[in-house]
């Protein structure tokens, strides 16, 4: 049986296992402590360059292709550990952000407060991020998987693709949940928001 038939049946797999996760296994709720002790950081600025199209074209023109497919290889490595903090740290911020919403959830919204629509906010921005972290993983996984950096130049994978995945751009909603969070944190004291954003 070839690697090929198996991969869109492994991906399923997958996929299924992480929906009935998330679906039938709560996590603990989590307090602005657990984030900050949790979170892993994440220089978001690093990030934006290894996704920008600019830097990725300037290494393709300028390297050879073989320096270019080892370029690649580890660009590719590298942007599978960014992914896997970004998707550590919205899991933790949401399951904190959750726990705030489930004090709100049976409130009408037109009572809502300036901080619980920030809630709100949040948890949407936690869920596009956590689709866009599922559909982006995997896709790095099968460059790995089926080894794409050694592909001929024109088929090579570009890094660059990862930054829109599913409608949510990384680098924007990112940005905004961790801005969201910081804010939220406030609401705990000053020392709060200042000991989160150093820790993300």
């Known amino acids: 049986m070839s690697i090929a038939f ?5 991906c399923v797999l997958v996929f299924l296992a992480v929906v009935a996760r998330t679906t039938f296994f709560r996590a603990r709720p989590h307090r602005i402590d657990h984030v900050i002790l949790f979170v892993r950081k994440l220089d978001v600025s690093d990030l934006e360059l290894l996704l920008d199209a600019g830097e990725e074209w300037a290494l393709r023109q300028s390297l050879t292709r073989e320096a270019f497919r080892s370029a690649q290889e580890d660009r590719i490595r590298l942007v599978r550990e960014y992914l896997h903090r970004v998707a ?3 899991q933790v911020i949401q399951f904190w952000v959750a726990g ?4 709100i959830k049976d409130k009408d919204r037109d009572a809502y407060t300036e901080k619980d629509s ?3 906010e949040a948890l949407q921005v936690a869920i596009d991020l956590r689709l866009y972290s599922l559909a ?7 460059w ?3 080894r794409m950096y050694r592909w001929p130049s024109m088929l090579l994978p570009r890094v660059t693709d990862l930054r829109v995945q599913c409608g949510v751009n990384v680098l924007a909603k990112y940005r905004r949940l961790a801005e969201l969070a910081g804010i939220l944190s406030l609401s705990h004291g000053k020392a709060y ?7 993300l």
Do not use: G, S
């Open 144 to 146: 790995t998987v089926l």
């Open 193 to 199: 928001y200042d000991r989160l954003l150093d820790a």
């Open 136 to 142: 982006a993983c995997i896709k790095v996984w099968l």
């Open 88 to 90: 550590h740290n919205v």
């Open 6 to 10: 198996l991969l869109p049946f492994l």
């Open 118 to 120: 920030l809630v709100l």
């Open 100 to 103: 705030e919403y489930e004090l």
